[in-house]
């Protein structure tokens, strides 16, 4: 493992996220996929995640 892997992470409501593989998922999030590295994650969740993005609805 390179110090730059990451795994995917998802919750129950569908939400991802990137964690480290050597740390504890936190509760209500399991871990999807293989260590990778970050911006494999990241393109991961972009082809993945179909549901709103945090912020999405923000207005300034």
Known sequence: ???TDHVVVV????RHSIWWPDRAV????S????PA????CLRRIEAEWTG????AGATA
Do not use: K
């Open 26 to 29: 936190p509760a209500g999030w």
């Open 52 to 55: 709103p993005r945090p912020g």
């Open 11 to 14: 919750d129950g409501q569908g």
């Open 1 to 3: 493992m390179q110090e």
């Open 37 to 40: 590295s970050r911006d494999e």
């Open 31 to 34: 871990v999807i996929g293989r």
